[in-house]
């Protein structure tokens, strides 16, 4: 069992806790209609229906069924509906074809999730000791599972709006002020043997730990994260059409997919123009860089002669600040805003993701749970790459320093920005 | 112009008919839910709510634009979303992505289609008799049009909501007698010179003349178009497995697909099943067999030792019947139910379009109107092949003995079955 | 059994024919390399090796293995390697993958050869007469299938050598007159019901017949297939630009293969070149076009006001003059020259194949021949064009009025031209 | 500048070296056919005739070209035919399509070698210092380069004529002594912090420095590689079938290419069969498991309970023993033969590559090379796992305890196994 929760972690708690992940995912579809609920853009990206539903099935699969005397299954055919890739579960719903599910209803998913967080709820309020032990960790974890799709409900959807030439705004407009980011600068870290990955007591994922140690080589790190002002000096100086500065894969799919700026950009008469959930607007400069690949990263880094950080020297430097930015609160979406203070490290913390140079593998010791619950982080760990700190989209208290987070280098509809870093001379 | 109107289609007549098809196209979808309009499954299948909105756009664009004074589209950037294949219009949203329109909501769809009656019904009200004669025929092609996509409409969501395992039975039970088709027999025609193609008073499409001349070697053509127990037999005796029967092309997409038989049809622990808008249900074995594609109908004729009837062939024999079957009434879907009859030929309108023999291509002395307009039948001339005759799902009055449909002899989602035909010994 | 031939065609004839065409077979391949003869550069176009072997395979599995008793096969894998497509013949070497066979050498292939010849020579000499009328049209029908296969190993090598950046020239060159092509004529042909396909003695293959009658409507033809200079003037045109000339599959080809010219032209600084097996040389405007498909035809044909003949139209209209023009002849390759005379109609007959507007499918009362020897022409009567009047890559003899070639209408690869029709005022 | 010679490499040691290289590739190819050296039968293997074109174009381009006074190219187009991969020296022949070029013969690619040979000698024998200081790296990369094609070319020409029903032997059968395989044994090896990288005199890649420090955990070492029979054990146990094993990329890959066993195997009736460029024979149950990709290899490790040991663990382990074992001698190619010896790590080098679970990256303080000979290695570090040890087709002398290898991991056409790695407890 991959959780080891303090006693503390007492009933009540944990139902706070289940009620207030389940209502913020509600939350956030409170302004879409059930036709914005529907859409699927791409394999990858699922409608907000099914990511309410799916976040459901989760907790009906791995602890109604197995915890719940007589727990009535809302419907025999949701397992197969809205399981996403749990092979030990079963055959499901081909990945790509979610969009093509009208039924059931956005009301009837409504219904499926007040029928299963009764019945977490109900399970919660009688459970002895021995059925808490057991369900207290599964429950958390469905938490944080349900947290993680309520980020992707909202990346999925921007990437779903997207295709629609109305550029439909369906949230309100939630005014940045027009700060300026701190001038980029330079911050030098020690090396030596470093801990890394995550310690102490309360949740974390499987794929954070075990807690082991690294050997890190002197670096610097950028003060912050790369702005729009700055990415943009790369695209004007041809930074698309020169192979030089990518790497061979990246350099395939700049061409095959025709790669010109980051996604959701593109250049109007009056300069870069961006669309978000909030419509399109112009372009911050200000803001750091969003909705770009590992490759756009990684060419960004190679064009301005330095490089990304591993995570290890990201998580390590990170470590010695206090965990707190721009994240989604109650359910209500945000945008990437310009870095702000002057620390030694600035905005590390929600806003953007940061890619890292680091291939998402396992840990030394690494040993994913037993059971479909450990199909988890563990099968993935192949050629995707990871990402730190959190964004303006993922739930506020979700995020770890040791968090990982892994997309494949091509992806770009995340909120993924990066920061810089370089040897020491 | 290829409409050549009487002076007596008033624009009374012209209204009451205008007035008809718009209502019975929403009539269609009273049943759905606006998720089940949004449905796309694949590029040649379009949205309910798009067929919706496409279907308006033709007036707003042919008539309304061009012949209304002061008409004010009802939004700007309708003509991009819902232009289907017009090049001379303009740039349009790629056909694949009709699917990812959850904006305009169905409710916005069917505001735009009263704002488009509106601006119709009072056109035809104040128009003089010059400009009645230019939108007369416009507004005939435009309710023509709109009937074609009432019968897409059903089709296409019917190879929707079959990719949701949940198999919804959207509309109630049309209750069939379980009469039993009549013996299969054959029927001999006489040869010799035949005048074919439309001749006569009021609409028809460009593709249905000039009329002409064709000359008909003696032939005899089945009673009434093959079952549903015929087919299995041909399933049963491995025809999905024997190339000998197949066509090149064919084979590979037996193969290729992995057809086993009919779409929609599953192999049940007791038997067939077929999957309509109805919900599943037992194959009748008696109703002509549907959802074959030109392949299929081909390598059945060739595994029975005939053929199929070219469409000069079907159209000299039917027309000597009247024009009656079963046809969609009152939007209000029906499917196809067992010939009955002692006629020489039966069935010939309605159940199920018959697929024949004859490619897709001009009659001698064929030209397309001038203009966008005659952007509609001539292009596809090319790859595809005659069907004949209309279905359950084809409107009342909709059809003539001279109407050509046409689909690749690959595509199964039409409600099409076939006929058989030999030569004379 | 498709071939019914006269009593004289005695076994001597036979032989002296089967020793020629299998002697021009090996002589087209004099001036290659064994590397020229295995290149495979699309899975519709074999390597001439593969060419060389498989019309050896013909006459082994078809004659040698029936017929010869006591005939031990070259090799027991070659049936499996140089089948094309005979499914009741059993397994084979993917199509795909035919440039993939280094072994057997060419050497190795040209000693099947003689293995085959010696033994067809050998069952000709010591048949007797129940066994020759077996044989005979077995024989003539393996040499008009090596004739067909002559044509498709040039045009399959000049497709192949296309890919090399060197444009190698493999062929001397073969210098035609410049002369000028007569200037482009109308010459009306009477309509009625005519008589289609082969009549009389000697060989024709199953798709030619059986004759029949057609209707024809009064019609006319230009008097020589488009040169050149005219299509020239329709790329000028922007006719590659267009939609509005182009059926809707072909605009779909255009744009996604990104045709702007016949296949084997380019636009260099001083004018349009074309490559061919004697090389690259500037475009001859007075020879006719060549390598265009069926949709560059017809879009001419748009362009230009007019139509492509039926293949009716064409075989009523040529069978009024001598079947002579410039074809392959003694295994010595040529390429299209301008039209020469003054006849009503010129240049039916070789230089280049005519496309015409007629889908390739089967005339009444057509059976193909039971066996394995059937799956020849008429399992490809789907999705193709009929070609008539052969090339200067058809063998000299080969050809007859009432020959049906076809290919795909996207196909460029083959020596494929095209005349103009239009209908009588 | 990557390569840093001593002093001591006189011109007449880099000429030696450089001739005997040279020799080896072409004595590799004796056996074949010009048809064997064109072969190319996916977009990652090229013809035996491109890989010796490419290595002579690779000496002419970045040697000849900028220091060779007065040399005169042996072709204008063999640059744009034979560039490989190298953005920055210009446009080149699609790689999909090497197998395309007939011309230029095999013969003359032989004498494009010849051309090329004797001009670097000349320029070796007359250079001054400042010449050869500039050369001597050059030419020593050249040499470790034309190796890698040495292996490149027997394993693509292996995957070439295996797509031949023939099963082509090519080679002549290097009898290997049937011996088994000492038994399977964990070694523990003590962590801490070690060096990494190459370190000392002479040539290496840039991507094995720089030396660098990494931490690593007590682990433990499986004294040899996965024999046949023990990879068969764990295809009888249902591997291939059972997702648990398998990281979700490869399981995808397993699905989509239906892999059964590893590439070249196939089930007989009397057991597993296994082809090479001997011919096919049985399985030998005491060689290394060969062949297998990365995916395979971790589903092996994961099945068996254990993992893949870190590109750091294994060298780390590795430069404990001499670098000695089963290569590629004197262009005579050997296949994997059952390890020997006892001790503590036996079959380190050669016979098979062991993929590690290290993904390819750089090492801290990484840069490669200005200019276009430092598109080389570091581009591809995306994607791509990294290999150790080296195999039977790698030259002798080539490899270095660094050296780091590295495909993708669905790869599996490279002559590469697997050793196993467990965590100390």
Chains 1, 2, 3, 4 share one sequence.
């Not at 302004?31 to 989760?58: G, R, V």
């Not at 429950?139 to 999925?156: N, P, R, S, Y």
């Not at 990955?197 to 082991?212: A, I, L, T, V």
């Not at 061979?248 to 790669?259: I, Q, R």
Request: contains cysteine; glycine residues 8%.
């Amino acid at each position: 069992m991959p959780l080891d929760l303090p006693a503390a972690h007492a009933a009540a708690t944990i139902r706070e806790s289940f009620t207030r992940v389940r209502g913020d995912s509600e939350r956030l579809i409170k302004p879409l209609t059930p036709e914005d609920c529907m859409i699927q853009s791409m394999p990858e990206a699922s409608p907000a229906k099914w990511n309410l539903a799916h976040t459901s099935w989760f907790f009906e699969t791995f602890i109604l069924k197995s915890h719940a005397a007589g727990y009535r299954p809302y419907h025999n055919d949701f397992g197969y509906l809205f399981n996403s890739y749990y092979n030990q579960i079963g055959e499901r719903h081909p990945r790509a074809e979610r969009g093509m599910l009208s039924r059931p209803s956005l009301e009837d998913v409504l219904s499926y999730r007040a029928h299963v967080d009764e019945a977490v709820v109900r399970l919660l309020e009688r459970a002895d000791d021995e059925t808490l032990a057991a369900i207290a960790p599964l429950i958390v974890l469905g938490c944080a599972h349900e947290e993680q799709h309520q980020e992707l409900l909202l990346t999925d959807l921007q990437h779903g709006l997207y295709q629609n030439a109305l550029m439909p705004a369906v949230y309100k407009y939630d005014n940045d002020d027009l700060v300026e980011a701190p001038a980029l600068d330079w911050r030098e870290m020690e090396g030596g043997v470093c801990n890394i990955g995550w310690e102490g007591e309360g949740f974390s994922f499987d794929n954070e730990g075990p807690r082991h140690k690294v050997y890190l080589h002197p670096f610097e790190l950028s003060n912050r994260p790369v702005t729009n002002a700055e990415f943009i000096a790369f695209i004007e100086d041809g930074g698309y059409q020169n192979p030089v500065h990518w790497l061979s894969d990246a350099w395939d799919v700049v061409n095959k997919e025709e790669w010109q700026c980051p996604l959701y950009w593109r250049k109007a008469d009056d300069g870069w123009r961006q669309y978000s959930l909030f419509g399109e607007a112009p372009v911050n400069p200000h803001a750091p860089v969003c909705h770009v690949s590992f490759y756009e990263a990684d060419a960004y880094a190679s064009w301005a002669g330095v490089r990304l950080p591993t995570e290890f020297e990201w998580e390590a430097a990170a470590s010695l600040f206090p965990l707190k930015g721009r994240f989604l609160q109650n359910g209500s979406p945000r945008r990437p805003a310009p870095a702000e203070g002057d620390d030694k490290l600035v905005q590390l913390f929600g806003d953007v993701w940061e890619w890292t140079a680091s291939p998402y593998i396992a840990y030394p010791g690494f040993a994913p749970p037993a059971g479909a619950v450990g199909e988890y982080n563990g099968k993935f760990m192949s050629g995707q790459m990871v990402l730190k700190g959190g964004s303006c989209a993922t739930p506020e208290g979700h995020l770890r320093v040791s968090y990982r987070n892994f997309f494949y280098p091509w992806m770009r509809w995340q909120f993924s920005g990066f920061r810089l870093a370089r040897d020491c001379k």
